[in-house]
């Protein structure tokens, strides 16, 4: 069965500061990777996805991520973390075969004025 | 485009009895998917809708079950309820194609006591 790793599960940052999420997954096909965000009192939202090609995908707001197939990864970063960037932050994967998703736990990201 | 939508937004039950949860797809969309977002476990896979039959199934008892309607809304029932059932139950809508992006409603917050 697939699993996703976020090794990060909370985060303090000060404004400006520069983000990185971790996202490990495991599974040995071809895979959707994603990032969701979960801002306080609002429902899960895309923040960026990736299919194919280019392995440096832009998001909303600011985020990229990478894909790093050699190491299962798909990190998520910003260079400029603002206060409104507080929420939740979930990594998810699907195999293209299948349409169950798998979530990692979450990475709580709070961002210090 | 409306989004996806979840009635009722809360509930309150108590252990025993059993409820059902709404969920109405983004228009156009066919496959729907539910999870169970709790603190620490982030969120898990119940099942996936398509074209009204069940395609994929996470590992919950059989307490879970769900169902698709000829317009894809779908319905979520959990029968027997136990404490540790209290989470926040999502839906998630997309096209018909495995591995396309899920779009998620607000939720359905069930408090069992």
């Known amino acids: 069965a697939q699993s996703v790793s976020q090794h990060n599960h909370h985060v303090i940052l000060s404004e400006a500061a520069s983000l990185e999420l971790g996202c490990n997954y495991s599974y040995g096909g071809t895979v959707n990777l994603f990032w969701y965000v979960q801002y306080p009192g609002q429902h899960l939202q895309l923040l960026l996805k990736?299919?194919?090609?280019?392995?440096l995908v832009k998001g909303i707001k600011g985020f990229e991520a990478e894909f790093i197939k050699s190491k299962f990864s798909f990190n998520l970063r910003k260079p400029s973390v603002q206060w409104s960037d507080t929420a939740e932050y979930f990594c998810a994967v699907n195999a293209r075969t299948g349409n169950q998703f798998y979530f990692g736990t979450g990475t709580s990201l709070t961002v210090i004025p | 485009k409306a989004g996806v939508t979840q009635t009722p937004r809360y509930l309150i039950k108590t252990r025993g009895q059993q409820v059902t949860l709404s969920c109405s797809p983004i228009s156009g969309h066919r496959s729907v998917s539910w999870y169970q977002q709790t603190p620490g476990q982030g969120l898990q896979f119940l099942f996936e809708?398509?074209?009204?039959?069940?395609?994929n199934k996470g590992n919950f008892p059989g307490r879970f079950s769900g169902r698709q309607f000829s317009n894809s809304r779908s319905e979520m029932n959990v029968s027997t309820l136990e404490l540790g059932d209290s989470a926040l139950y999502l839906c998630?809508?997309?096209?018909?194609?495995?591995?396309?992006?899920?779009?998620f409603g607000p939720g359905t917050r069930l408090l069992v006591l």
């Open positions: 990736y299919f194919s090609g280019d392995p």
């Open positions: 809708y398509f074209s009204e039959t069940q395609r």
């Open positions: 998630a809508s997309s096209l018909s194609q495995p591995g396309e992006t899920q779009y």
